[in-house]
């Protein structure tokens, strides 16, 4: 990951926006405080992973609730449910 400061990324925002759509850019302030840059395609990955994982983890814990019921093969109930989603 790069780094560098608001004046350097300002001065040179062209080139810090191509390094972008290759790794992610860090640009932090003197107070500290940091930002990271990264493409829109990496961006829509990221949220796209957070979503699976936080899915999972509500069935996770469905699971150790014990907020489950056993699938009997031939519900029909269970699959015409997911039928009407598609």
Do not use: C, H, W
Not at 7 to 17: G, H, I, P, S, V
Not at 36 to 43: A, D, G, P, Q, T
Not at 61 to 76: F, H, L, P, Q, T
Request: net charge positive; aromatic share 6%; no cysteine.
């Amino acid at each position: 990951m790069q780094n560098t400061n608001p004046k350097n990324f300002r001065a040179e925002l062209k080139d810090y926006l191509d390094l972008a759509a290759k790794e992610p850019i860090r640009i932090q302030r003197r107070s500290g405080e940091s930002f990271i840059l990264v493409s829109e395609e990496k961006f829509n990955v990221m949220q796209s992973e957070i979503f699976s994982l936080q899915r999972r983890l509500l069935g996770m814990s469905d699971a150790v609730a014990g907020n489950i019921s056993e699938y009997k093969v031939g519900d029909r109930s269970r699959l015409s449910r997911l039928k009407k989603r598609a």
